[in-house]
């Protein structure tokens, strides 16, 4: 397998200049995000979606391995999008028009596009479907690639509780398109604008940036509260790259104060934990993603009528 690819345009450092589009929408979130990390059971909920999370990379063995994470994020919600669309006159999911946005917001060659439309057509995830103009071979996606997502979201969502109340009511409404098209749209809109993990966390870009980099950080920051050292060797397995590229994440990692190298008893490998610091930046992380599935949540909501109970 190919390693995770970059992303198709050049970027600034950090994306410095964020679009206005994107600082609104983060402006909007602000409040909402500092209430989430004040509730008592913030410090619970985070911890369910790291290991929710994490879980995904682990699920997602194509896409983690032919994309980077934004893009294999972005690239599984726009298939969604285009089959969801309640519009008769939309197209739906097609090739062409995944390249097509795929390229406008970087995250990958047209080509690369070509070849995870046709490993997900051999998996069963899409597949052909009748169109009366016989030049746009659209695709649907299939029972099989959207419980995949289903169950996820139901994992996200259940782990919300009274922080979070819209979650729990959400989880009713999965089976309807209604709410999933309103619910997936809300999903794509930051990362539409252009958001990058590195926008609300830049030290994470060391991991984010890499091959299996934030499963690693994810897999440490569940580990933290336990103070539980992790292995390079388990690192390695438990996110499906090698021990030496763990060892360079983990290098540059320590040499920016965000992990602890500890010594081990009569072996040259010892454990490593979470500094205070990369705990932070995943609890900013994780607020960020939980923010965003709650929005998303009242949006889906409103389209099947419950707006008033949101």
């Known amino acids: ?30 409040e909402e995000r500092a209430r989430l990390r004040s509730h ?72 690369r596009v070509t070849a995870i439309l046709a490993a997900c057509r051999l998996l069963g995830l899409v597949a052909p479907a009748p169109d009366a103009d016989r030049r746009r071979h659209r695709l649907v996606v299939t029972p ?4 995949i997502h289903k169950e996820r979201w139901r994992a996200m969502l259940g782990a919300m509780g009274p922080a979070l109340p819209e979650g729990g009511r959400a989880l009713a409404h999965l089976d309807d398109p209604r709410f999933l098209e309103a619910f997936v749209t809300t999903l794509l809109a930051p990362l539409r604008a252009g958001w990058r993990i590195v926008t609300d966390v830049p030290c994470l870009e060391l991991f984010a940036d890499r091959d299996g980099g934030l499963m690693v950080a994810f897999c440490l920051f569940d580990a933290a509260n336990g103070q539980t050292p992790l292995s390079v060797a388990h690192l390695a397995r438990e996110c499906r790259i090698s021990r030496s590229h763990v060892m360079d994440m983990l290098r540059a990692a320590a040499e920016a104060g965000l992990v ?21 930046a995943m609890e900013t992380l994780l607020a960020a993603a939980l923010v965003r599935q709650a929005r998303a949540a009242r949006a ?8 008033e109970m949101a």
């Open 260 to 280: 602890r190298r500890l010594a081990g008893r009569g072996s040259a490998e010892g454990g490593v934990i979470a500094e205070p610091a990369l705990i932070a």
């Open 300 to 307: 889906g909501l409103a389209a099947v009528g419950q707006a």
């Open 1 to 30: 397998m190919p390693p995770a690819f970059a992303t198709a345009r050049p970027r600034a450092d950090h994306e410095s200049a964020i679009a206005p589009e994107l600082a609104a929408l983060i402006a909007e979130e602000a």
């Open 40 to 111: 008592p059971t913030f410090a619970e909920m985070a911890g369910a979606a790291a290991r929710n999370i994490g879980g995904h990379y682990r699920g997602d063995v194509l896409l983690t391995r032919m994309l980077n994470d934004r893009g294999r994020i972005t690239l599984a919600l726009l298939m969604l999008s285009m089959d969801l669309e309640s519009d008769p006159g939309a197209p739906g999911l097609t090739s062409g028009r995944l390249k097509t946005e795929a390229v406008a917001l970087g995250l990958c060659s047209p080509g």
């Open 144 to 147: 099989r690639l959207m419980e």
